[in-house]
C-alpha cells in the first residue's frame, strides 16, 4: 500500500468517526428537545390549568356545602327538576348546562327569591364543564365557527363570570366580546381568575340594567336620560344632522351635590336636552331608589367612540376649554388618532370675560356643528345654557376634565379601577389637595340624600 492510499484510509476513517459523531449528537439533540417539547406540553397543558382548577374545586364544593342547608329546605317543600340547556364547552364539546325548573311548592319560592335556580351550574363546574372564570358560554346555535377567535376561544372551558362581562357592565367597550375572551385566555392564571372574581362582586351588586326600560329617571330633582351610550351617540349625531341647538349634559355625583344647593344649575339641567348618568355613583343612587340606570355615560368614555362615528363625515368640531398647551395637545391627539375628523377651531378657557364675545364669535366663524366645552361643572354647563344660542352650533356638550385626559395632562386610571368603578378615587389621588372633599365627604353626602329621597319621596325638590 502506497503511502498516499495510507493518508488517504486514514482522512476516510476521521470523516466517518467525525459524522457517526455528530450524527449521534445530532439525534441525541433531537431527543433532548423532543423531551423537553413534551415536559413543556405536560407543564402548559396538565401542571398550569392545576391550581385554576383545584381553585373551581374548592369553591365550587365550600359553596355547595354552605347553601346545601337552603337547598334541602326547597327540596323537601316543593318539587324540582333539572332543566339542560346545551352549551359548547372546552375543545367545542358539547355539554349540557343545568339549572333547577321549580314545579310548586312555597320552598320553590325561597329557591327563586335568593336566585338559587342556578345553583346547579355549579355541577358543572365540579365536573370540570365550567371554570369559575372563562369565557362566556354559547349555545351551538349562537356560535359561528368560521368566526375569528372562536375556536381559540374554547381552549379553555367557559366561566360563570367572563371578563367581558366585567367590562360591558363597567361600560368599558375596548373591543369585541372575542377579542376580549382572548386577551383573557393569553393572560389568563389562578391570579388573574382571583382578580376578576373579585372585580366581579361590584359589578354584581351594582346590577346589569343594560337596555333598562325606564327612559326618563329623577335622581335627587334632576331628570335623566336613561341611555345606553350607544343610544346617547345615536341622539347625538342625529341633531347634528339637523338644524337647532342642542345641550348636552353629563351628571355625575358631584354634579348632583351642587345642583343640590345650586337652583341655577339644577334649572340648568332640567332645561338641558340630555342629560346622561355618569359614573358609579349615579348607578348606585338608581340601585337605592329601584330605577336602574341602563349604563354609566361619560364624556371620557364617550370621546372616542364620537370621533370614530364622525371620522369622514362634514360635521365639524370646536374645542372650548383647559388650558392652552392642554387643549393644544388634545388636537394633535385628534389628528393622530382620528384623522378623519374635521376641527373648526379651538381656544383654550382662560380668557378674560371682556373677551368671550370675540370667542363666541370665532366659534361661530368657524362653521362648526359641535361644540365641546371643558370649564369644569358647573361653569360649562351654565355656559353653555346662556350662550349656545350664539354660537351657531348644533350640539354643545360640558365635558369636565375630557381634554385633560386625551393631552396626556392626566393619565387615566387603570383598567381594573375603571372595571370596579373606583376611576374617583384614582382621579383623587391625582389632586388629593383639591380634590379629597369632593369625593371623600362628596360620595357620602350624595349617598346620604338619595337615601333621605328613598326614605322621603314626597320631598323631592324640583327646579
Ligand atoms: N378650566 C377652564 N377654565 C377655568 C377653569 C377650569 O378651562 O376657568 C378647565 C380646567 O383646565 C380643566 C377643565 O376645566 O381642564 C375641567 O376642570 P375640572 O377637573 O375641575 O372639571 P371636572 O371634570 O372635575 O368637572
Redesign the pocket.
Known sequence: MTDDSRQNRVREKEIETFNSHYSRLGAARRKLRRYFRSISWFIKMKLKPLPKRCFDLLLSLSAVVILSPILMLGFIFSRFSFYRIPRYGKGLLIYDELSFRIENGRGGDLVKKLHLTNLPILINVISGDMSFVGPRPMSPEDVNLLDRGMRRRHDVRPGLVSLWWIRRRANINYGTEIAVDLEYIDNQGLFSDIGILLRAIPAILLGDAVGSSDKELRILGIPIDNLTMEQAVDTILKWLSEPGAKQVCFVNADCANIAYKDNDYLKVLTGADLCLADGVGLKLAGKILSQDIAQNVNGTDMFPILCERLSGTHVKLFLL???AE?VQGLVDWISRHHPGVQLAGYH???FDPNDENKVIESIRDSGAHLLLV????P?QDVWINRRLGETGTRVAIGV??L??FYSGRLPRAPLWMREIGIEWLYRMLQEPGRLWKRYLIGNCVFLFRVLKEKLFPGRRRNA
Not at 374 to 377: D, E, K, Q, R, V
Open positions: 376649554g383647559a388650558r392642554v383654550h378657557g382662560y371643558a370649564f369644569g361643572a361653569r369636565g376634565g381634554f385633560d
